[in-house]
């Protein structure tokens, strides 16, 4: 089972076969609604002429790379910022993994180093890190040992907290219902620490 989000069918494809449109797509995957920072990948293909590729994007001028973020329409919110992440992820591939971004996870001794590998890339907290062992876990088959706990909650069986828990329209209404209802949380208790 891969991920299946509402966006262009030859989007979720690319998402498929290409390591670095996914993760890209993850790293995008904030300030925007998930259906955008997930099909950014295959409008940046679009608008290179091919599918992503870590060592052009490594070495790409950066306005020329920013300007092609921009669009329009704008690859993402922050455009700017965001190519300029993209550029350094993909630096980071080239350095550490020859370029190949399904490396970063195609050899992992455990769930723990998965987690750790992905987190030190730029724009990966350790929650968005955590959301991205359990979609490659959920959604790839990358599963090992020790992944669902290192991934925390969202490695949890039968939930719906995150782009890992998407397959249709109705996953998608329940994970936006999800955070929703933990943002609203959130806010509640600043308030109360606020009041103290």
């Known amino acids: 089972m891969t ?13 498929e076969r290409s390591p670095l449109a996914l993760l890209t797509g993850m790293l995008l995957d904030q300030q925007v609604p998930m259906e955008k920072a997930f099909s950014s ?43 300029g992440r993209v550029r350094e992820l993909c ?36 929650q968005k890190a955590q959301i991205f062992v359990a979609l490659l876990g959920k959604r790839y088959r990358v599963r090992p040992a020790g992944w669902r706990e290192a991934a925390g909650g969202y490695g949890d069986p039968d939930t719906y907290r995150s782009v890992a828990d ?14 929703q209802q933990a943002k609203a949380a959130a806010k509640a208790d600043r308030r109360a620490g606020a009041d103290r």
């Open 91 to 126: 630096r980071i591939l080239v350095d550490r993994y020859d370029g190949d971004a399904g490396r970063l996870w195609a050899d992992v001794a455990n769930g723990r180093e998965l987690l750790r590998r992905i987190a030190d890339l730029p724009g990966f907290g350790t």
């Open 3 to 15: 991920l299946s989000l509402p966006i262009d069918g030859e989007a979720n494809r690319l998402l």
């Open 41 to 83: 990948p295959y409008v940046l293909a679009q608008r290179l002429g091919h599918d992503p590729d870590a060592r052009e994007l490594a070495d790409y001028d950066p306005a020329a790379l920013v300007a092609v973020f921009a669009g329009p329409p704008a690859l993402h919110r922050f455009p700017k910022a965001m190519a």
């Open 166 to 179: 998407v397959t249709d329209a109705e996953s998608l209404r329940r994970v936006r219902e999800y955070k």
